[in-house]
């Protein structure tokens, strides 16, 4: 099923794409701005980072956990009201995050806002997807892309001014005249697009899917501090499995399911999502272990590492539009393989990181890492939405979402736990210890073997897709990416 482009108005298309880009900076900006205060609520709040870390981990859990449902309600009643009440949601929670008097309020604010920025999240991808001519799908994509890069390097940078002119609550304060702005706009510029009639939300489902994800992510995320073999952690890997099967078979009974399983049958789709999640394992781990290679092997300081790391989201922002417009012309598979041909040669280039490695050395090992993400992101999100009919954008976008969010938290922590046990090998020290305290030599030896683990991964994604591509014969050049079929 394609849609019926004939009767959609793409007039205001870019007017659609300056709201969606202030929802998309504020959610992915306040993911990165908050890190950098996490030392400064230690001690304005006399509390443990342990607790303070929650401020930045009941956000993501917030966001991962609700925003399939999110995205199947927007099918149904419409994406414009929610997105707009997300929105709201959004700004009134930055509000009272600024103005917490204790950690503990913060934390539950930082849930209250983290449930309009799932809203954002969840449904902007596939309103951008509705708003574009099916032609300059990943051109817009693309420029979505390149918001989030301008967020995620403008984080940190911002968060440490105004942490150090004025204090820690104008970081959520800052969020205010955006988001005030934002939602006039939404109320004037978003299209109103109606639900699909006749369908009800699947409760059973929606519930499944939720205790699932968090027994998931609270295993991952816990697992890397107590480990995981701790019961509690293989008790919440248990919980996850349970209700990962409730929910498969809810979704196979009901007539109205919260994720329609054909989605699956489409090749395109399935391979897209998986060659996506593949993506963000890997760069959520490096992401993660590269302060740690920056500060205690080459000594430089937190500041010269933030900038160091900024590489990869300025590489990939300049490309993203770029690739995006040429997965218009030329297709989303063939600019897609030629991301990960990048990404592979970039995470390959990094296994000659050692503990004398020079500025430009980092920055000339790290730039195609960046490159090869912009240049695969754009083509392959493009390829997710094109396979989505009208009636289940919301679903597909969310699904993209989640997907990103899992990946990522899947990379730290399998990525982190798995670099420390080798820091802990080559240390020959017991798995418990510090690897982070322990000789840079090394944590340069496990840093190796972890992005072994990286190269290994993004081949695999390589092959795959050039198999399928070769197959489905969708990489001779110039043949449009409006073929992709929708499953309707």
Known sequence: MTHNISTIDYSRKWWVMAVLGMGIFLATIDGSIVNIALPTLV?????????????????????ATLMLSIGRLADMVGKKPIYFIGMILFTLGSLMCGLSQTIYQLIAFRIFQAIGASMMLALGIGILTESFPPQERGKALGISGAIVSIGIILGPTLGGMLID??????????NLPIGIVGSFMVIRILPNTKGAAGQKFDFPGAVALFVSLLAFLLALTVG????????IILSLLGTWFIFFIIFLVAEIKTNHPMVDLRLFRNQLFSLSLFTGFITFVCTGGIV??????????????????GLLMAIVPVSAGIISPLSG??????GTRPVAIVGLIFMLIGYSSLLSLSATTTTIGYLIRFFPVGLGIGVFQSPNNSAIMGTASKEKLGVVSSLLSLTRTLGQTSGIAALGAFWAFRVAAH???AFDFSAANTDPIAQVSGLFDTFIIAVGFT???????????VREKACVIGKSMIVDGAVS
């Open 43 to 63: 001690k304005q709040f006399d509390a443990r980072f342990e607790t303070v870390q929650w401020v930045a981990l009941s956000y993501m859990l917030t966001l």
């Open 165 to 174: 002119l004025i204090s820690w609550h104008w970081i959520f304060f800052v």
């Open 224 to 231: 890397q501090k107590i480990g995981f073999t701790h019961p």
């Open 288 to 305: 993660l272990l590269m302060p740690f290679y920056l500060e205690n092997v080459l000594h430089y300081d937190p500041h010269q590492a």
């Open 325 to 330: 417009s040429l997965s218009d012309r030329f």
């Open 427 to 429: 240390s020959h020290q």
């Open 459 to 469: 081949a695999i994604a390589l092959a795959l897709s050039v198999i399928s591509c």
